[in-house]
């Protein structure tokens, strides 16, 4: 996928999640708000470093690499919530607040005017 792709979709991943509502809605909010965050950061590397990798998997390591630390650090961090709630079942209005402030964050690290 070329990265203006990637920015597409990642705003509407975005879009969509704005729409729900944090109490009812967490899983999705967390998991579209995963998947937009992958695809800000695609959108980043491929426009500024010339690549990037389409899936989650050693994401941190590449950004490290890349000079990206500070997206890492968020990444990371939306990752740790997204399989505390996910997979161990910690959900509520509360994380989805909190992956939402993680994609701001990403967001403002990408520079993207969404």
Not at 18 to 29: C, R, V
Not at 34 to 50: H, M, R, S, W
Request: hydrophobic content about 30%; glycine content about 8%.
């Amino acid at each position: 996928m070329n990265a203006d792709k990637h920015l597409e979709k990642a705003k509407r991943l975005d879009s969509t999640q704005a729409k729900l509502d944090p109490k009812k809605d967490w899983e999705t909010i967390i998991e579209s708000i995963y998947g937009a965050a992958l695809n800000f950061i695609a959108y980043k590397c491929q426009t500024e470093d010339g690549r990037h990798i389409d899936t989650h998997s050693g994401l941190p390591k590449v950004l490290n690499d890349l000079g990206h630390k500070d997206l890492a650090d968020l990444f990371r961090q939306l990752d740790h919530l997204r399989m505390a709630r996910w997979y161990g079942g910690q959900g509520n209005g509360d994380s989805a607040k909190r992956a939402r402030i993680l994609l701001d964050k990403i967001k403002e690290g990408c520079q993207t005017d969404e």
